[in-house]
């Protein structure tokens, strides 16, 4: 079983900077997928970006290239996502996920979502 916790949400102004972490438990992590998803009102859950295990490979959905870094730390079962130049389109529920499959765009283990709020 794997719990993954997520933290460093809030409210921003645009243009603003946030950095979310996600802390997993319950199993070693450093050889999963892991990824970061966001939900925004009304809308479907979208993929945002995925690293690889060793961190040597990183995924970004078009929108938000250049703007958001997703890193890791294995020795501490630890992902994060930089998100800098923050825009209100940016506002959503972000979810982390371990397992994720870039190729569907899923992931097999989320956590339970931190708000991420762009205000204009």
């Known amino acids: 079983q794997v719990q993954l916790v997520e933290s460093g949400g809030g409210l921003v102004q645009t243009g603003g900077s946030l950095r979310l972490s996600c802390a997993a438990s319950?199993?070693?992590?450093?050889?999963?997928?892991m990824g970061w998803f966001r939900q925004a009102p009304g809308k479907e859950r979208e993929f945002v970006a995925a690293?690889?295990?060793?961190?040597?490979?990183?995924f970004y959905v078009d929108s938000v290239k250049g703007r958001f870094t997703i890193s890791r730390d294995n020795a501490k079962n630890t992902v994060y996502l930089q998100m800098n130049s923050l825009k209100p389109e940016d506002t959503a529920v972000y979810y982390c996920?371990?397992?994720?499959?870039?190729?569907?765009?899923?992931?097999?283990?989320w956590g339970q979502g931190t708000q991420v709020t762009v205000s204009s």
């Open positions: 996920a371990a397992d994720v499959s870039v190729v569907r765009r899923s992931g097999a283990y």
């Open positions: 690293i690889i295990w060793s961190g040597g490979n990183t």
């Open positions: 319950g199993r070693t992590l450093n050889r999963s997928t």
